[in-house]
């Protein structure tokens, strides 16, 4: 059974940092770990995605301030946010895709909430 998990979402104070945590289990040939982003009205983006060989990608809007790091061991995914934001408020989504078929799968998100 295939189990996407998330943790570490919560408040945090503009210029504040939080720690977001993933952890995949159930899927043979794991490939791409990311993290997507979600405001309602708007489509889900790319916050930022890691490959098995430990390349990054990130979306435009990170500017330096987040980092994706990765535990293949586990295997895990972790996004350390730092200097946050107003506009990072968000339901943030672990994304885990299967290296052969390119099936992708989901966790059930995390809040973000960045408020003074």
């Known amino acids: 059974q295939v189990q996407v998990v998330e943790s570490g979402g919560g408040l945090a104070q503009p210029g504040g940092s939080l720690r977001l945590s993933c952890t995949a289990s159930?899927?043979?040939?794991?490939?791409?770990m990311g993290w997507y982003r979600q405001v309602p009205g708007k489509q889900r983006e790319l916050v930022a995605g890691t490959s098995t060989d430990g390349s990054a990608k990130y979306g435009d809007f990170v500017k330096g301030r987040f980092t994706i790091s990765r535990d293949n061991a586990r295997p895990a995914a972790y996004l350390q946010m730092n200097n946050l934001e107003v506009e990072d408020t968000a339901v943030y989504y672990c994304?885990?895709?299967?290296?052969?078929?390119?099936?992708?799968?989901w966790g059930q998100g995390t809040q973000v909430t960045v408020s003074s």
């Open positions: 994304n885990a895709v299967e290296y052969y078929k390119g099936t992708s799968y």
């Open positions: 159930g899927i043979s040939n794991l490939n791409v």
